[in-house]
C-alpha cells in the first residue's frame, strides 16, 4: 500500500488529504516535523511526501522509496533541494493557485489601508497622544 506523509501544515485537520489517499488506496500520514531529524524520519520508504514549511534536503530524499514524488503545498520551492531531487530522480510538484483568493483579499486590504492613509493616520495619533501626555509621568 503506497506511504503518503504530511511533514507539516498550518491546516487543523487533514480530512481532505485523508480522502483522497483512501481513493487511491494509499494511507496518510501526519508527521508533525519541526527538524531536519524529523523529515528524514518521515521520509524513510515513503511514496510521497507533501510538505508546507519543513526543508527537504538530500539526506531526506535519498530515503524516500523508488519513483516517489515531493508535493509543496504552496508555490515556491525554497525550501526544497532541487539540485538533489533531479540528481536522485525524484519528481517535484507544487501548487500553483495555493492561496490565491487569500492573497487577494490581503492585496485589496493593503490597498485600501493605503487609499484611506491609515498608516499615516495612525501614526499622527500616536504621536500627538505621545506629546499631550508628555511630562505627566506613568498613570
Do not use: W
Not at 15 to 44: K, P, Q, W, Y
Amino acid at each position: 500500500m503506497p506511504r503518503v506523509v504530511v511533514t507539516d501544515a498550518t491546516f487543523p485537520q487533514l480530512d481532505h488529504e485523508r480522502r483522497v489517499a483512501a481513493r487511491h488506496g494509499a494511507i496518510l500520514e501526519e508527521a508533525r516535523c519541526t527538524s531536519e531529524d524529523d523529515v528524514v524520519a518521515a521520509a524513510n520508504r515513503t511514496d510521497v511526501l507533501i510538505v508546507q514549511f519543513a526543508r527537504v534536503t538530500r539526506l531526506a530524499m535519498e530515503r524516500l522509496a523508488p519513483n516517489s514524488i515531493i508535493v509543496r503545498y504552496g508555490i515556491g520551492l525554497d525550501n526544497l533541494d532541487l539540485h538533489a531531487a533531479k540528481e536522485l530522480g525524484v519528481k517535484v510538484v507544487y501548487v500553483p493557485d495555493y492561496a490565491t483568493g487569500e492573497v487577494a483579499d490581503h492585496t485589496a486590504a493593503l490597498i485600501l489601508t493605503m487609499l484611506r492613509k491609515i498608516p499615516f493616520l495612525d501614526r499622527s495619533v500616536r504621536v500627538e497622544d505621545e506629546s499631550t501626555h508628555a511630562g505627566q509621568g506613568n498613570r
